[in-house]
Each structure stands twice: as structure tokens, then as C-alpha cells.
């Protein structure tokens, strides 16, 4: 009898004890520590957008006039140095530069706020990809809220982001982003397919292949 | 401790950090403990194409919370926990060892555990002590048939850290030693003790589908950390070495652990180490040199456990002098931490 017994024992101690111990330990951890709200998944999917293009396309509204952008983030080859940033192009022929390597400036850009206000605004894919990421390892529980944009739901997302606020709105399901906001001044985006096209007509653009000093904003004529 | 305290006092070397020198043990939280904290106070978060927490395994911070739930700081039951599982697995590798190698060579290799250059690794928020522990403990239920304990300290090997799966191999050796003359009911619970610590890894992806709805979220993350593995790895860990060691000099102490670990690994062989160990343990140095560098190796490399067998089995006057300089080592290991990670 006390074999047979000892049978059991073992029987339920390794045989049901240790998969019992493991489903223990799972649902440990899936109450012991805290899991992602939905909304800061949606936030990792417009990361995951943001750094899947280059190109943005943006229709800018300040002070009551729209202003169309195309905005290409990328490599940049400048004065013989290689640079990572952010190349505007807006309607009312206004190019913006501002390109770094490392931590380092190529193109000293210092812009006043509100050129900064339009870079931004214009929703440059990886600039935006960092302000999103930055957020999100903030972990702050008023990072994503719902909101509406051009009349349809939204999720908000305040990104941390000096010396103005500025509000990314994304589609609540999958994260696609529709729209920035800053103070009064609004803009619809769109992840645009670089084509070889496009690349080309941007990479032309003087600002890319005048002598690395000088400013980096330039009105065209 | 000691050396954390000193550098709490001096504020000295400052490398990175700063913050960390206002806590007395602040600098033995630093680097990788920063993450685990992170983990335990918000849960997981994949950002893509960044730094993120999900390349850093569940257990260990699973138990920072709980500490924190039962009433510590997180750090404060990090510092105990790493503590105690250290002090613990020095008696559980003299304990396993004396059936290996001898009580006198056993006992050395708990001396030089204690004092191994790399251990304050063991005393810092990390979950090295806590796998070490684990994997030693296991194979010593294991040989004393104590099925389910070894298949839940194999569970907890692999949850803490994935090279804790390789803990299987010895497992497997243990089970497989007697397996026709077991009880048909013992024969399961050996067979269950091998698969817990697979188990437990597909536990862990289980649970990173469920909270960040990927299952690959632990190697996308290891990726932009850059850690992704190849087979053509281990040969680029050393042709694109001295290319590594300009920008990254304290390589060079990452390499000279990985040949001490290989040596100590003869030394272990020689002494009758078996061979499933020390499988175990080349599997743990050689795996992560996947990544195409010897980055990390010295810290890794701790849990190969054969290690310690083979410096216990030189001759005591040997290991005396070994114990100095190691514990000389380990004094200029911690209070460099500030300058580069382990």
C-alpha cells in the first residue's frame, strides 16, 4: 500500500507538479507585472509607421493659410561628411535643412521657433519616430489620450517636446498618423513611397550642394 | 558592497554617470538594473528600432515587484535578492561539486566563486545570481531525485535568462543515468524536469504575445540593441575585433575572460567534470559571440558553472595566490563599473 502510495506521490509531484508549477509561474507573471495599456501599443504601431517611410507629404495651416510640404528624412552627404536628417520643402518655396552627425550639427541650424513650429508640423518621419519614442519611455499615463481630429476619432499623443507642446494625432486602431498640432497651428500628414522619382527631384535641391557653412534656411526668390 | 560604498563617498570615477553616486549602493544598480527596475515599476514596452526593456527576461523583475508590492524599494529588493541567491549558489556549486570533482577541489571553487573579478556582477541588480543559483540547485534535486524541484529551478533558470535553457543538457544527462530502471511514474517526472527549461522560454514568448502582441518582441528588441545572431558571428567576433577595440577599448577585458573561461574549462574536463557541463558551459561562452563580438563575454561567461570546478582543481598553493589577485580584480572591477558596463 505505502508503494503504491509513494507512486502517487511522485506521480502527481513530477508529473503534474512541474507543468502546474510552470502554469504557476506564468500566471505570476501576468499579475505581478503591469501590462502596456492598448493605447500605448497603438503608440508603438505610429512608431513602427514612422520609421517604415522617409517621406511625408503635409497640408500646414497657420494663421489661415495652408501650405503644402514634403519633408524627406535620410542619410545626407554635406561638405564631404555624412549626416542623418531632415530635408523640408514647403509650397511657398521655403527649404529647410537640418541635418546632424551624431549629436554634432553639419548645417548649424539654430531656427527660430516658428521655422522649428514648421518642421515639425510637417511631420518629418524620423524626427516624429523620436519624439514618439522619447514619449513612450516616459511611460507617462497622459502620453496617449483620445481625441478627435478633422472631425474623426483620434488618439492624442503629447510628445515631449521643447519649448512648445505639440500633439500627434494617430488613427486609434493601427496607429497611422493623421495630423499634428501646435498651439493654433494644424496640419493633415501622409507617409508617402519614396520613389526613385522624388528622390531624385529632392536631392537636387541647392541647399544639398552649396558649401557647409552659411544658413540653412533659404527663401527662394 | 565595500568598493560601492567607496565610491558613494569618493563620487569618483564619474564616467556616465552621476545620479547613481547619491545612493551608497546606487552604482551597483546602475547599467542593466536600470532596465530591470523599469521593467518591474511599468511592465514591458517594444519601441521599435530603439532601446527597449523586452530584451531583458521576465522572472527577475517579476520578483522586483513582488518585493515591491511586499513593502521595499525596487532597488532595495534587487540588492537582497542578488544577495542572498549568491550566497546560496556558492554552497549549492560546493555542494554539486564534491560529487564531481572532491570536497577539497569543491570547496575552492566556493572560494573562488566568492571572489571571482567579475562577481560583483552577482551583487549588483542583475539576474546572474539568481540563474546560478538555479541551475545549480536544479541538477542537485535532480540528483537527488527531486524531479519537480529541478523541473521548477530549471523553470526559473529560463525565465530569468535565456541561457538558462541550457541547463536542459545536464538535466538530460542526470534523467537519462538510471532512466530504464525508474518507475514508470519517475520516468515522466525525468522527462518533465529536461522539458521544463524549453518550456519555460516558450512560456516567455507566450507571455510577450499576450502583453505587446508579438512573440519575437525578446530578439526584435536584442536587435536594435544590436545583438542579432549568425552563425557567421563567432568568426567576425575576431576578425572585426581590434575594429571593435578602438571604440570600444574594455573589449579587451571582455576577451581575456573569454580565454580564461575556455582555460579553466580544460582544467575542468581534466578534473572529471562531466562532459553535459561542460557542454552547458561552452554553450553559454560561445553562443553569444553569435553577435559578431566578444561584448559582454566576461559577464555572460559567469554562469558557466564548470568554470569555478576547474580553478578549484589547481593546487591549493595556487589557489591561494588565484583568490588574491581575483579579489584584487574584483575590488577594480566594481569601482571601475561607472566607466563601462559589465
Redesign the interface.
Known sequence: VRNAGD??A??L???L???L??LV??V???L?????THR??VA?ET??WL?RYRLTSSSERLGGRVLHGLCLSSWFQLGGERGRGDLLVLGDATVLLDVRAGRRHLRRVRFPPAVARRLDLAGCPRRL?ALV?DS??S?SPRFVTPAAFAGSAALALRLRHQPYELILYVNPRNGYPYGLRSGSATSTISLERLTPRKLARLQAEPILHRPAAGAASRPKP | VSASVYLHWARSPKGFFKPEFHRFYGVLASWDGVWYERIARHGYLLVPGRFSNPAFFPFYPTLLRLGHLAGSGYTAAGLVLSNVCFLVAIFAVIELGQGYVGAERAEQAGLLLAVFPMGFVFSMVYPQSLVLASVVLALLAAHRRHWAWAALLAAVATLARPEGVFVALPLLAAASSGFRRAAGAERGARIVAVAAAPLALVAVALYFAWTLHDPFAWSRAEQAWGRSFAASGPLHAFTRFSAQLAVHPWLSRDLAFLLIYLATLVLAYRSGVPRAWLVFALLIILVPLGSGSVESIARLGLLAVPVYWGLGSLPPRAVKTVAVCSLGLLIGGTVTLPLAFP
Open positions: 507512486k502517487r511522485r506521480l509531484a513530477g508529473g507538479g512541474a507543468p508549477a510552470l509561474g506564468a505570476l507573471l501576468v505581478v507585472l503591469p501590462r502596456p500605448q501599443l508603438t512608431a513602427r520609421i519616430a519614442d513612450l519611455q511611460y
